[in-house]
C-alpha cells in the first residue's frame, strides 16, 4: 500500500492468483465491463496462443470516498503455467491481497493444490505471511460437470480463514461478490494496521456504498 498524506490519496494493489485457465483474467474483463467509465482504466492483457495470459493484467481504477479520499485499485493477474513463476513473484511484489481462483473440477484438485502452494512460497520470498494478508478464495467453473459438490466446499470453507466464494466467471456469477469480498476485508485489515478511517476521516459504509455504486452493484 502507498499513502500519500497530502493528497489524501491511497494505492491498493490486489492479484488474482491460481493455476492456468482457471479463470483469473475472465474476473478481472467482467469487473472491468462492470465498473462505470469514469471510474475504470484500460484493461491491459497479453495473451498466448493458446489463450492464457503470459505476464499480467493491470486493471487501474479509482474510486472517491465521501471526506475526499481517493482510492486507487490496480487489479493484476499472474501467468498460470509453472515455466513463468519469476513473473507471478515478481507480480506479487507489494501486493496487499490477494483472490486465489480455484477451478472446482476434481480433477484439478492436484494442480489447485499445487498452485496454493505456489503462492504461499512465493509470498514468503516477497516478505509477506499467507496467515495475514488478505486472502479470499473463490472456487470458478461451477457449471462444468465433474465438480467438487456445494457441500464440499462449504466443508472446507469451514476449515479456513479465509472467505470462499463461488462463481461461474464466465457468467459473472460470483465475481463482483468475491472482488468486493477481497475490498472489504483489505480495507478491514490496513485499517487495523494504519487507523485509516481516523487519519482520513472515511466512515466505511459510505467509502462501500461508493465502491457499489461505481461498480454497479447494489449494496446488500
Known sequence: MQIDFEKKEIQLKLVYYG??????TTNLVHIHRRTAPSSRGRLMTLETRDDRTLFFDLLPMQFESESGLLITIKLFTVPGQVIHNATRRLVL???DAVAFIADSRISETENNLKSFTNLKENLQDNGLDIKTI???IQF???DLPGIRSDAEIDALAA?????VYKAVAIQGIGVMETFLGLMELTWDRLDSWHDLTQKFSVQKDKLFENLHRQLMVEKP
Not at 493455476?19 to 483469473?24: A, M, N, Q, R, V
Not at 476449515?159 to 472467505?163: F, I, M, N, Q, T
Open 140 to 142: 470458478n467453473k461451477r
Open 19 to 24: 493455476p492456468g485457465l482457471s479463470g483469473k
Open 93 to 95: 511484489q507489494g501486493g
Open 134 to 136: 488478505p486472502l479470499v
Open 159 to 163: 476449515k479456513g480463514r479465509e472467505p
